[in-house]
């Protein structure tokens, strides 16, 4: 329970669905995977939430980060990190975005395939590159799918191929998959880039750095590794894999650095019932998937939900499905997951969903049904 959102709350009451980001979380979290992680450079994933404040606070901190298109990297610089803290980590990118952010400054970029990498030589001459592969996304609550990466024969391709464009293959990046609770995913990526590094130097690329993704969870309904395990775990795989000759690492935090920091209020809009017989009672707020809320789906995100003056998911409760007040049939948030209720919960009354920090403004429709985007205040 964070005491200041809380409080935010009781003596401003904004108007509902509102997130509220507490800027000392964030602060926290940059300083414990900082602590946990030292010699990593930390670029935050800009997506996660990119609100100025946010961005402000991080790039006096001196964090840099990790951005997916041209706007965010605008974003970036805006809140005051230099070009040289920017990474364009997107392998899908425009011919012409490339070119826009080299003219910013940008000298960093991902790729994953032999077009991207042509597109790259030509647009960004004299750029870093690093190559992503594929990982299996096991054990992570919101894997990433097959959409990015490559496998590691055509990786060692090329990033042999970058030596002689006009390009400086410079490492290889993965991501373990989003809200990872499994530490030994790591290892598992980790020993492959060490195997491609080996093969590579015997072919003449000396490969410096290595990038391990985001992946570091929020505390959502159920409990998740400390920071500092996390931290111990990749030191000691990159020990195991590299011995003494460590490379340059880069870590992109993005739900980790600001789920926790954030709380959004709602307001309950209807609590009904199907039938007379029906055993479970709906409850419609007025977020939903649509304008905010979108990685419930599958119900694979479990955000705690407090029912304001009632305290946390009551035991003594009723179950209850909740759905969000779009007319779209899809915007339903949590039918199996077992959320219960107070029996005298009624419209109007309050709910605060926690740890929304991360994936919620920017994931908010601009107008369905009229509804307005997700409001955020950062304190
Ligand atoms: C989204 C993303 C991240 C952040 O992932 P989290 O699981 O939120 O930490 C990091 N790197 C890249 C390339 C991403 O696309």
């Given at each position: 329970m964070n005491q200041k959102i809380a409080r935010f709350f009781e003596e401003?009451?904004?108007?509902?669905p509102c997130l509220v980001v507490d800027l000392d979380v964030v602060e926290q979290n940059y300083n414990d995977l900082h602590d946990a992680l030292p010699d990593a450079r930390i670029f935050y994933a800009v997506k996660a939430n990119p609100a100025p404040e946010i961005l402000a606070l991080l790039a006096r901190l001196g964090s840099a980060f990790d951005c997916a298109s041209v706007p965010e990297i605008q974003m970036a610089l805006a809140a005051?990190?230099?070009?040289?803290?920017?990474?364009?980590?997107?392998?899908?990118?425009?011919e012409a975005d490339i070119r826009r952010a080299y003219e910013l400054g940008v000298r960093l970029f991902a790729f994953d395939s032999d077009a991207e990498l042509e597109k790259l030589a030509r647009s960004a001459p004299g750029a870093r590159v690093f190559c992503r592969i594929l990982t299996s996304g096991e054990g992570a609550e919101w894997p990433l799918s097959r959409k990015f990466g490559c496998d590691l024969k055509m990786a060692r391709a090329l990033l042999l191929k970058a030596r002689d464009l006009p390009v400086e293959p410079y490492g290889v990046s993965f991501h373990v998959g989003s809200q990872q609770k499994d530490l030994k995913q790591w290892d598992h990526a980790i020993f492959q880039v060490a195997q491609l590094f080996r093969e590579l130097e015997v072919l003449g690329v000396d490969l410096g750095m290595i990038n391990l993704g985001g992946g570091f969870p929020t505390r959502y309904r159920t409990d998740v590794p400390e920071c500092t395990a996390y931290g111990q775990a990749i030191f000691e795989s990159l020990r195991t894999h590299f011995g003494n000759h460590l490379p340059e690492t880069i870590v992109e935090p993005g739900r980790g650095m600001v789920g926790n920091a954030g709380v959004i209020e709602s307001e309950v809009v209807l609590v009904s019932r199907k039938?007379?017989?029906?055993p479970k009672r709906w409850v419609y707020l007025d977020i939903g998937k649509f304008s905010?809320?979108?990685?419930?789906?599958?119900?694979a995100i479990q955000y705690p939900i407090e029912v304001v003056g009632e305290g946390m998911d009551d035991p003594d409760g009723e179950a209850v499905i909740l759905a969000g007040p779009?007319?779209?049939?899809?915007?339903?948030?949590?039918?199996?997951?077992?959320y219960r209720m107070p029996s005298e919960l009624k419209a109007g009354d309050r709910v605060r969903i926690h740890a929304t920090g991360a994936y919620t403004t920017t994931y908010s429709a601009v107008c369905f049904n009229g509804f307005a985007p997700l409001q955020q205040i950062c304190i």
């Open positions: 401003q009451r904004p108007q509902t005051g990190a230099p070009a040289e803290r920017i990474s364009y980590g997107n392998t899908i990118k425009k039938s007379d017989e029906d905010g809320l979108a990685e419930t789906m599958d119900e779009t007319c779209d049939s899809a915007d339903v948030l949590y039918e199996r997951a077992e």
